[in-house]
């Protein structure tokens, strides 16, 4: 393989027309120069210039080898520009988020990129497992989870706290256990995770989340409070989640009928607050357009 810094000696040598101004723009000796070029001579087995005293020619071997070389120098030059350059609102930032915090977060996220057409944001939501191996396999730039990680390769920081709540249909005011028991629980992915936190720090007669009627699942996070708000059930979810469904509630339904009227949230006198991690692959140092994600995120959690 020809070394792409005699490659560089011999096309500066051609465009300067000197040994020794090619040797002080490379910052070079003019020996050094003539080096380079006897060992490109050498390895291609070719003459590359015809000396005559203190001014050269071109052979035909040599007009081929600038031609071609020339392209080559400059596409280095660029490649090296473009690695060093490290854009703060250019690439693709690649992220996973458990669904809660997704939804809070996709449009302050959607918005900055708005307002960054080159920052491009490849969003994605799944559960912790999955956003644990996700970042060990380099798959994405950064996960946001709800359980800390024992993987040697994640790094993970606690960033931020979200509260669970107790969700029932709109006109129950302060349901004690055996209300719940008589409505029945809409489950979710974390439904008994969730139900064996908040509600067995509020409830005595609490065990598991098996003790009330199954009136429907959703693994959909947006979905999981449709039931509720028709009557069917109760459930447990963070903030992030009830938040969200309250504003679509808001911006879709007629003045007539009361958001309140539908799903009612209550803080329990024993609050419980999921902790949300975020986590990063330990062995990779993050680029400035994924610090810049990261930074917008923290302002809304």
Same mark, same amino acid.
């Given at each position: 393989?020809?070394?792409?810094?005699?490659?560089?000696?011999?096309?500066?040598?051609?465009?300067?027309?000197?040994?020794?101004?090619?040797?002080?723009?490379?910052?070079?000796?003019?020996?050094?120069?003539?080096?380079?070029?006897?060992?490109?001579?050498?390895?291609?087995?070719?003459?590359? #210039?015809?000396?005559?005293?203190?001014?050269?020619?071109?052979?035909? &071997? *040599?007009? $081929? =080898?600038?031609?071609?070389?020339? /392209?080559?120098?400059?596409?280095?030059?660029?490649?090296?520009q473009r690695v060093k350059e490290d854009h703060a609102f250019e690439g693709v930032v690649r992220i996973m988020l458990p669904g809660s915090v997704g939804l809070k977060l996709y449009p302050h996220l959607l918005y900055l990129q708005q307002q960054h057409p080159k920052l491009v944001i490849d969003y994605r939501f799944a559960p912790n497992s999955d956003i644990e191996k996700a970042i060990s396999n380099n798959d994405i730039d950064i996960g946001f989870m709800t359980s800390p990680?024992?993987?040697?390769?994640?790094?993970?920081?606690?960033?931020?706290?979200?509260?669970?709540?107790?969700?029932?249909?709109?006109?129950?005011?302060?349901?004690?256990?055996?209300?719940?028991?008589? #409505?029945?629980?809409?489950?979710?992915?974390?439904?008994?995770?969730? &139900? *064996?936190? $908040? =509600?067995?720090?509020?409830?005595? /007669?609490?065990?598991?989340?098996?003790?009330?009627?199954?009136?429907?699942?959703?693994?959909?996070?947006?979905?999981?409070?449709?039931?509720?708000?028709?009557?069917?059930?109760?459930?447990?979810?963070?903030?992030?989640?009830?938040?969200?469904?309250?504003?679509?509630?808001?911006?879709?339904?007629?003045?007539?009928?009361?958001?309140?009227?539908?799903?009612?949230?209550?803080?329990?006198?024993?609050?419980?607050?999921?902790?949300?991690?975020?986590?990063?692959?330990?062995?990779?140092?993050?680029?400035?357009?994924?610090?810049?994600?990261?930074?917008?995120?923290?302002?809304?959690?």
């Amino acid at each position: 393989m020809i070394n792409p810094v005699y490659l560089r000696s011999f096309c500066t040598l051609v465009e300067v027309e000197h040994f020794t101004r090619t040797a002080e723009r490379l910052h070079m000796t003019q020996s050094g120069v003539s080096q380079h070029i006897h060992k490109l001579e050498e390895q291609l087995g070719r003459p590359l #210039l015809i000396r005559q005293g203190k001014r050269f020619t071109l052979t035909d &071997a *040599g007009e $081929l =080898l600038y031609k071609e070389a020339r /392209e080559i120098i400059l596409s280095l030059s660029n490649l090296e520009q473009r690695v060093k350059e490290d854009h703060a609102f250019e690439g693709v930032v690649r992220i996973m988020l458990p669904g809660s915090v997704g939804l809070k977060l996709y449009p302050h996220l959607l918005y900055l990129q708005q307002q960054h057409p080159k920052l491009v944001i490849d969003y994605r939501f799944a559960p912790n497992s999955d956003i644990e191996k996700a970042i060990s396999n380099n798959d994405i730039d950064i996960g946001f989870m709800t359980s800390p990680s024992n993987h040697a390769d994640v790094n993970i920081n606690a960033v931020a706290e979200e509260e669970l709540l107790l969700v029932t249909p709109g006109n129950f005011l302060t349901p004690d256990w055996e209300q719940l028991l008589e #409505l029945g629980f809409i489950d979710h992915p974390d439904g008994a995770y969730h &139900a *064996g936190l $908040l =509600l067995g720090a509020n409830y005595p /007669e609490f065990q598991h989340s098996n003790q009330f009627k199954k009136k429907g699942f959703s693994n959909q996070i947006s979905l999981i409070l449709e039931p509720v708000s028709r009557g069917f059930g109760f459930t447990v979810l963070p903030a992030f989640a009830v938040e969200n469904f309250q504003n679509t509630l808001q911006n879709s339904l007629k003045n007539t009928i009361q958001k309140s009227q539908l799903i009612k949230t209550h803080r329990l006198s024993n609050p419980i607050s999921e902790t949300l991690y975020l986590g990063t692959n330990r062995s990779k140092s993050l680029p400035n357009r994924v610090n810049t994600v990261i930074e917008e995120a923290k302002k809304w959690l």
